[in-house]
């Protein structure tokens, strides 16, 4: 069978993809062409191509389009048979839609590859994105750029092709071949001035060839750009930047993997006052430690006066845990190590209260109710229900505290008693106390008690506005993060996106504020699913795409193992596209609910009955109703009666409110849909 391929990144073409390309006759042909292209596999009802290909449409335009059909039908696909229905440009419903698959336009295998790029070794990533930009022959759908319908399309791979430019010259910085990188970027900003990331980039790969002088007049320049065009000042990273050149702050000169950027054949620039005083902006020079000089010197410090083994020292390296822990990516994955470590160490000090305040002291706010390491919370479960039973009767209600919030926080997602029973007691001990740390750490465990049954998002709204409140008023600013995204998932469940928008972009705020990279996945996540749910779905796979490339190398498998082809699988069902499951995809926890799916995809009917039918309570988490939504979905699709019912009773709690976005992350639509279905 011939297949077709099509680019659409330069003029509208298409070609035998063993062969030259194909005669696509005049520009009313193409448009059409294009404008299905634009659609991603969607219907495009003859009225709006009428509308979009005429701006006074004449009297025989829906004639006209059904012509340039069929012409272009020919030409796609020769071979076949008069009357035979078509297998490319098909007829649904009330228009066309061309069901090309998605590796055969070059503008899809472009965000494919930019997505995929992102969580590449630098090597593969740098060959990937080459290649990628390979592909551009021009701007995307170059013969429509003055009409109407391709101007989102078109500012969307606009901004993806920017994107890849500035990706690979990282790449290139991460390879250490910094003079790679400046002609691209030079040139990149003659057209973009207004990138800041390419300003980071140039000046950084200027710094790593020793041109320091040349780094801080690009870092100049930018500032002179952006106030004088945008009437903006240039961001946090890129003054971060500049201080660090003038500084020459040692984490510069650092490959990702940790070894100098260093030529043997060209010595580093010697260090010191008298290179720092050839740039006008340098600051005087000083005896001052530097912050990186302050901690190893207290770390030493530190390491003389406290004895190998000492509480203290396993005290304070809790402290230090906890700080790593918000770090995101190897930090949190080392936080989490390290911390069963401590807890088995203090228990062997037989000192119950010793160990109530290593476990309390990893207070660290959590949002995503599946555990990233289910053996190391069981660990930490029961060596915290041990110390409480061994705490001494008398003043210990804090530490109480903090273990039954521990426990409650990290039986997440459990069915039984004990999580609920956990975090109720934890929460009346700290209104008790009245102490707004012990507050805050207690209403975490009770949001991640919160998802006993559907419907419940209003409740978890109210203990987001609380921590808000609670963390602003007093200081707590990852707890006052954590009451932002709570309200943002809540809002997000009710369908109220302008109160999420809101919540998003304040804890975005702090996050940039105070150094919490980890919210950006979640924010990122949202605006993937806000996308989907104001339909949008076209947009919305490309934003989880780059979501779940953010997501790579975060930190947190409980969250990103599956999650991906999850959401796409519940954004296809949301919008009324094929399910189209992947069933070689890593599908993690999430599986048993997919495989209904894969094997309808499959004609196995019989087979897909059988793991309905086999399905548990989903787990009490942030993707409860979501999971119902799936069951009630392939049971519709089953005609099985009797798991409608089962997931109709789930549902129903939740009938105001849209399935599975309170998570977060994804959704499947209106429960009130699938109630009614």
Known sequence: MVRVVFGVLGPTVAAVDSGG?????????????????????????????????WADPPPGAVGAVQTFVAALRRVLEPERPPRAPARLLVTDGPGYALRTEPDTVDAWRFETALATAAGLPAPRALSTLEEALG???????????????????????????????????????????????????????????????????????????HRQGDALAVLRRAREVLVDQLGVDPGPRLRHLE???????????????????HDPARPHPPRGAGNRAT????????????????????????????????????????GLIRNLAVTGGDGLAEARRHRTAAVTAAEEFADPELTARVIGAYDVPAIWTRADDPAAARHIVAVAERTLTALPTGPHDTARCRLLSTVALETRGATGPRGPEA??????????????????????????????RAGLAPRRDATGAELVELAARHGLVT??????????????????????????????????????????VFTEWYGALRLSATGQPARAETACLAAAARLDGAGMPGLERGLLPLALLCLRLAHGLPPDPDPRADWGPHRPWAEPFTLIAEGRHTEARTALRALREPPHDLLYEAYCALEAEAALRLGDRTVLERARTRLRPAAAELAGAGSGLLTLGPVERYLAD
Do not use: C
């Open 423 to 452: 975090a109720r007691e934890a929460e009346a001990l700290a209104r008790s106390l009245d102490d707004p740390a012990l507050l805050a750490f207690a209403l975490n465990g009770t949001f991640m008690q919160s998802f006993t």
């Open 279 to 318: 740039s006008p902006h340098a600051p005087a020079a000083t005896t001052q430690p530097t912050t990186a000089q302050l901690w190893t010197q207290a770390a030493k410090a530190y390491d003389r006066t406290v004895a190998g083994g000492a509480r203290a020292r396993l005290e304070s390296t809790v």
């Open 479 to 520: 707890y006052e993060v954590l009451g932002h995204l709570i309200r943002l998932q809540a809002r997000a469940a009710l369908a109220d996106f302008a109160a999420a928008d809101t919540h998003a972009a304040a804890a975005d705020r702090l996050a940039e504020r105070h150094e919490l990279p980890l919210v950006g």
């Open 21 to 53: 390309p194909l005669a696509l006759k005049g520009p009313r042909h193409r448009a059409v062409l294009a404008r299905l292209i634009v659609a991603r596999r969607r219907v495009v009802p003859v009225a709006r191509l009428v509308e979009d290909l």
């Open 135 to 209: 592909w551009w022959r021009g701007p995307a759908y170059a013969e429509f750029a003055d009409e109407d319908w391709p101007r989102g399309e078109r500012a969307r791979l606009a901004e993806l092709r920017l994107q890849a430019v500035e990706r690979r010259a990282e790449a290139h910085l991460a390879l250490g071949r910094p003079a790679d990188a400046v002609p691209d970027l030079d040139a990149h900003l003659t057209d973009h001035p207004w990138r800041e990331d390419a300003w980071r980039l140039l000046a950084l790969a200027l710094y790593r060839q």
């Open 243 to 261: 201080s660090d050149i003038l500084t020459q702050a040692p984490a510069l000169d650092l490959r990702p993997g940790g070894a100098p950027q």
